[in-house]
């Protein structure tokens, strides 16, 4: 045996029978779901030139992207993720009288990462995305486009929150920081690191600036969070409203120190959880400025779950079958016609009538023999 | 009520910790009977308590198999990558140093110098910020062995009394940064139990020294 030839590649797995299954189960329900509510489903080839991928707003660092190059000598590399495939596709293949338009995905992405760290490199993902619509009905649609996502996969525990990335960028926007203060700033509030957020701010003054940016870390639950916020969070008690009518408020939590890839989003961030997974499931957010790049100004909002790590979660259920049925040669065609008809029962692998039996003794099936003239003789 | 589950890190931390926990009034003799289990369920708190080598209480924490975890904040910054950092719990304290031969002056001279260390990361992303291109080489055990042997012109270890580096003529030059034991909350379980987490964060800072 080669060297090779046990291993799959870092973060790849096989994946055998339930698995499949189950991956099978979340996928299919996630897209009848996005098919039903009016989103069309679209396709992009698994690599990508590597300067598409590299847009200076695209969070994902080069050190995470799989390269390879083209017969031409250009570089290539394995899509990171399905939005900027979604963006090149909006701008350059959806003529305008189209927009606004609803697409939604199942595809692969690829994120390198390091050895034994326990984590996928090849990440299944079901999205939607929502392009050309601006404005607080198409957030609205988004979230509860989210949660109702979540719940057709499970009835486990669910959880949806809500950043908004608007309100940092003001706040710091009114301190003179260089880009490493800044920086340090977003990691602290980002990993609710308060002592040192606040050691940190108080070489800054104080301000009402200071005094907020301190307690943003804080700043998550539910929407009693933003009583006594001023003018600039009105959009999120406005979008709250709309998902109380919309009836998944329960579900929905607030973190203003949701400030990860802050340059990526330019309003709300999206955040699903799934009890039993220590990861979110679900991920996403405004982004008005990517498609931009691109060379048309389209605003879109969408999100993108870990097919995956749900259906890790939700397994499946094991296949019942009370019957085996064994096809003696010359009956192939009519076995197979009973195979479709009968959901109990399942096809005999054995050669051999005896080794059926013996099979069928053991798992405790009934077992049919299926003979040529279509005559069915059940064998005790 | 969900059960939380903590993982700490085995050890000093460990000790230090459950003294913090009995002084929350959780029944810890089953920890402190010589027991040699490795998870432990409170009797009178719906918490249970996990035993792990430091890095490894980041990784249970990191996939969400432990809600919560007590680590320090070296094995936080070499291994650390996404999680809620949301105590400083003050026991546990030291400090990252970089150091030299008493006799070296580490600054002369054009030449690349080559840094030991257990710690590659934090080693690299100090001397990236100072600006500076520098070999680093891992070792494993006694750190300070490297410059005495000739492999390192100087190391990045953690320093706590000094005593060690004074015995062998090696002294610190610059602190890279202080270290104290956290308290590290899994991004998952914050948004899925906030309440109980909160409840428990509430109690633990309550019995902290100052």
């Known amino acids: 045996m080669k060297k090779n030839d046990i291993k799959t590649p870092i973060g790849t797995r096989d994946r055998l029978f339930d698995e499949c299954r189950a991956r099978r189960r979340v996928e299919d329900s996630l897209r009848s779901l996005f098919l039903r509510r009016g989103f069309s489903e679209v396709s992009s080839p698994s690599f990508e030139y590597f300067d598409a991928c590299l847009a200076p707003e695209n969070p994902i660092p080069q050190e995470m992207l799989y390269k390879m190059s083209e017969c031409t000598g250009k570089l290539l590399v394995l899509r990171p993720d399905m939005t900027t495939p979604i963006a090149r596709i909006a701008a350059t293949k959806l003529p305008e009288q189209m927009l606004p338009a609803r697409l939604c995905y199942v595809e692969k992405v690829y994120r390198a990462c390091r050895e034994d760290k326990g984590m996928s490199t090849e990440i299944l993902q079901g999205g939607i995305e929502l392009l050309g619509y601006r404005g607080i009905e198409a957030d609205i649609m988004m979230i509860v486009m989210a949660v109702d996502a979540l719940r057709a996969c499970t009835d486990k525990k669910i959880a949806i929150e809500l950043g908004f990335s608007g309100y940092f960028k003001m706040l710091a926007g009114r301190l003179s920081m260089s880009d490493a203060e800044f920086e340090r700033m977003r990691t602290y509030i980002e990993n609710k690191n308060f002592a040192a957020l606040s050691d940190m701010l108080d070489g800054f003054g104080d301000s009402d600036a200071t005094r907020a940016l301190k307690n943003l870390s804080r700043m998550f639950g539910g929407i009693e969070i933003l009583d006594n916020t001023d003018g600039e969070l009105a959009y999120l008690k406005e979008l709250y409203r709309g998902l109380e009518e919309a009836g998944v408020a329960d579900v929905i939590s607030i973190d203003l120190g949701l400030v990860h890839q802050i340059d990526y989003y330019s309003g709300i961030i999206i955040r699903g959880y799934m009890e039993g997974v220590g990861t979110p499931v679900l991920s996403g957010g405004r982004y008005d400025n990517l498609i931009t790049s691109f060379g048309k100004e389209v605003p879109a909002v969408g999100f993108a779950i870990d097919i995956d790590a749900v259906a890790e979660c939700v397994g499946v259920e094991e296949m019942k079958y009370d019957t085996l049925l064994h096809i003696t040669q010359g009956a192939v065609r009519c076995g197979f016609e009973y195979l479709d008809k009968h959901d109990n029962t399942t096809l005999s692998s054995c050669k051999t009538i005896e080794e059926s039996r013996a099979y069928a003794e053991k798992n405790n099936l009934r077992l049919l023999v299926i003979y040529a003239d279509g005559t069915i003789l059940e064998v005790k | ?210």
Do not use: Q, W
Not at chain 2, 152 to 180: F, Q, Y
């Open chain 2, 1 to 210: 009520m969900s059960v939380l589950k903590i993982a700490l890190t085995k050890g000093r931390l460990e000790k230090k910790t459950l003294a913090v926990l009995k002084k929350m009034g959780l029944d810890c003799s089953e920890l402190e009977s010589g027991s040699r289990k490795l998870i432990y369920k409170i009797p009178n708190y719906p918490l249970e308590i996990v035993l792990a080598k430091a890095a490894d209480v980041i990784t249970y924490v990191e996939h969400g198999v432990c809600d919560l975890g007590v680590v320090g904040k070296d094995t936080i910054m070499e291994n650390g990558n996404s999680f809620y950092e949301m105590l400083d719990l003050g026991f546990g304290k030291c400090r990252f140093a970089l150091a030299t031969k008493v006799e070296d002056d580490f600054y002369s001279g054009c030449k690349t110098r080559r840094i030991a260390t257990k710690y590659p990361k934090v080693a690299r992303e100090y001397f990236a910020k100072k600006g500076m291109d520098v070999d680093i080489i891992k070792i494993e055990g006694s750190v300070e062995l490297a410059p005495l042997l000739g492999i390192a012109d100087a190391i990045v270890d953690i320093v706590e009394t000094g005593t060690t580096m004074k015995e062998n003529g090696l002294h610190p030059i610059e602190d890279i940064h202080p270290i104290s034991a956290r308290l590290i909350v899994n991004i998952a379980s914050m948004k899925l139990y906030k309440e109980e987490i909160f409840d428990f964060l509430k109690k633990l800072e309550d019995n902290l020294e100052d």
